[in-house]
């Protein structure tokens, strides 16, 4: 389905009937990364999956897309899907998002799971590689995005997971140019939101890949830490939702339970 914002085109599934699961895709992702998730949610609860701006076939809106106006865009379908309050599930940039919906709209928000994801602002190194990596798309774009994905999983897995990983990339390659340099400006630009965790009212939970290569575990820790948020370790990469599925979908089914 699609849904116009502002002139700018977003596609969007809404599937089920029962409380209101809202599922954020990562950055190169695109909704069909929750495909193997969706069922078992679906089963109890509406399941509503959003292509985030300049991913899938959700069309660019400008040369910056911020988290806060991602989060907009998801507002905005919600509305016009008259959901209320929902529980929201972001992977990876899709929690960044999320955590920029909590904080803008926080009684929107029933339950937050964070899924290889993190609370805090991009360190000064990260803005450097994000900086490197827009200007080495620009002349590279396919090498660079395959190589991006592979790097995702913890590399005992790159061969495990073979399949699953061509596909991975063939959706990634479906992002264009400007989606790329555009979610990268954004993520770049992020706040840090760590206080959300300690602060808001709703069930929160963390999902950690013990070997996710992009994200430090011990940081992930520590950002939990003396707050009331559920933390789900789990021992492979950042791509929890393919590397430890089951895990993923049995935490999932609990948390919203909860909610």
């Not at 109890?44 to 985030?52: A, G, M, P, Q, T």
């Not at 992020?190 to 709703?202: G, N, Q």
Request: with cysteine; net charge positive; aromatic share 6%.
């Amino acid at each position: 389905m699609q849904y116009n914002y502002k002139g700018t085109s977003v596609h969007y599934t809404d599937e089920g009937k029962g409380t209101t699961i809202v599922l954020l895709h990562g950055f190169l992702e695109n909704l069909t990364m929750w495909q193997a998730i969706k069922p078992s949610l679906l089963q109890r609860n509406r399941v509503v999956c959003i292509d985030l701006l300049g991913h899938g076939k959700t069309e660019c809106f400008g040369y910056v897309h911020s988290m806060e106006l991602m989060a907009d865009v998801v507002t905005e379908v919600l509305k016009h899907l008259k959901v209320r309050r929902s529980i929201l599930v972001g992977h990876s940039m899709g929690g960044y998002v999320a955590l920029a919906f909590a904080e803008m709209y926080p009684d929107n928000v029933k339950g937050l799971c964070l899924l290889n994801s993190t609370t805090r602002a991009d360190s000064a190194e990260r803005v450097s590689l994000r900086n490197r990596a827009i200007e080495a798309v620009k002349s590279n774009y396919d090498s660079l995005v395959r190589m991006s994905i592979s790097n995702l999983f913890r590399p005992k897995n790159r061969t495990l997971f073979k399949e699953e990983i061509k596909h991975v990339k063939k959706e990634a390659l479906k992002t264009p140019l400007q989606g790329y340099i555009a979610a990268q400006e954004g993520m770049k630009i992020r706040m840090d939101r760590e206080a959300l965790l300690h602060f808001s009212p709703y069930p929160k939970m963390m999902i950690i890949g013990k070997k996710d290569p992009i994200l430090n575990y011990h940081d992930l820790t520590d950002q939990v830490n003396g707050s009331s948020v559920e933390k789900i370790e789990l021992p492979d990469g950042h791509m929890s939702h393919i590397e430890n599925q089951q895990e993923v979908i049995s935490a999932l089914q609990k948390f919203v339970k909860r909610c």
